[in-house]
């Protein structure tokens, strides 16, 4: 049953992610700066060839292939195998992985089909700025926040029974 959860919940941030992208890909320009609550919320279109913020953009395309899709890749893939095969982990830590795995998936199925990443949200709420994002990044901050949390509030007792 866990190992059906787990999956459940991959699929779900990969399809939100995949969705989300496709409507923005058919519905809105490239570049296209839409204002949804005046400037503090904007949606448009961008390509990101890059990593975070377009990081490794620049880098020559047999290294930013094995960087930015074949390394991710096996790590996702070892990473869920890991909380697929392990049944002592703690069950809102599992959450957390399976919402890294699906986001990063999310965000790969991009690289690898589009050569580029769809990324469409930008917040501008005072002090809280963010880059351009999409649901992938949502859901690996989430998870790498769970994850956080968790580490600091249970510490050892995170790979015990919950």
Request: hydrophobic share 50%; aromatic share 8%; net charge positive.
């Amino acid at each position: 049953m866990q190992r059906i959860v787990i999956l459940l919940i991959v699929l779900l941030n990969i399809g939100c992610d995949q969705i989300s992208k496709d409507i923005v890909r058919k519905k809105i320009a490239p570049s296209e700066y839409i204002q949804v609550v005046k400037n503090n919320l904007v949606l448009t279109n961008v390509e990101n060839t890059g990593a975070m913020l377009g990081t490794g953009q620049n880098l020559p395309q047999p290294l930013k292939t094995i960087l930015l899709q074949i390394f991710p890749i096996i790590i996702l893939l070892i990473l869920l195998f890991s909380i697929l095969k392990k049944t002592n982990l703690n069950k809102w830590l599992i959450v957390a992985f399976a919402f890294v795995i699906g986001g990063g998936i999310g965000n790969l199925i991009d690289r690898v089909a589009y050569g580029s990443v769809t990324d469409f949200v930008h917040i501008n709420l005072g002090p809280l700025k963010t880059g351009i994002f999409n649901m992938a990044d949502v859901s690996v901050t989430l998870g790498g926040i769970f994850i956080l949390l968790f580490s600091l509030r249970y510490k050892k007792s995170l790979f015990s029974e919950q």
